[in-house]
């Protein structure tokens, strides 16, 4: 069976890589759900100060390495993806939604790749939606990890925990995680 290729944004990535590692490349369950990020999203890491100061871990080898684990893209489907970018990025500037540029080729991928993206930003999930992409929340890739037995309900509490410690839950995470991780 070939694999179901989920993309996952940078805040996803970021939130889950330290904790569910390594998270890149890894099939996992009957479906081989396997995550990658956008090579857009790698070069951001590199070049970000910021980034490079809140999540030091990101250059260390291990997850370098990691996130070499890319999705391959036909030269074909490269330059759809570049058309694509072009027709997300007008969309956006018309909507006034303030997509990056690795948003939206994140969006514009998962458009011509046919796969899922996850992300909790609420300007990424509306574009997604006028483009007709699957869009999976961070706690919806979590739930899908834990029934394919990717990971456990002890590193899901752990995960959640370390977002409450940091203050940086995903958006509508309450009413998310109550429907997918509440016993009923």
Not at 6 to 28: K, M, W
Not at 88 to 110: M, N
Not at 139 to 163: A, F, P
């Amino acid at each position: 069976m070939p694999q179901t290729k989920i993309l996952l944004d940078t805040n996803t990535y970021l939130r889950l890589a330290q904790s569910v590692h390594p998270l890149l490349g890894n099939p996992f369950g009957k479906e081989k759900h396997t995550l990658y990020i956008h090579k857009e999203i790698d070069i951001e890491l590199k070049r970000s100060g910021r980034l490079q100061t809140k999540f030091y871990w990101i250059e260390q080898e291990q997850y370098i390495n990691n996130r070499k684990k890319r999705l391959v893209i036909s030269k074909q489907k490269q330059t759809d993806i570049e058309d694509t970018y072009e027709h997300i990025w007008q969309y956006q500037k018309d909507s006034g939604l303030s997509l990056s540029r690795e948003d939206i080729y994140c969006i514009a991928t998962a458009l011509e790749e046919d796969i899922k993206l996850v992300t909790d930003d609420q300007n990424m999930i509306e574009t997604c939606k006028e483009f007709g992409v699957t869009v999976l929340s961070t706690l919806q890739l979590l739930k899908l990890m834990l029934d394919n037995e990717r990971i456990d309900n002890t590193t899901v509490k752990q995960i959640v925990d370390y977002w409450k410690y940091v203050n940086d839950l995903p958006a509508k995470f309450k009413k998310d995680y109550d429907i997918l991780f509440r016993k009923k």
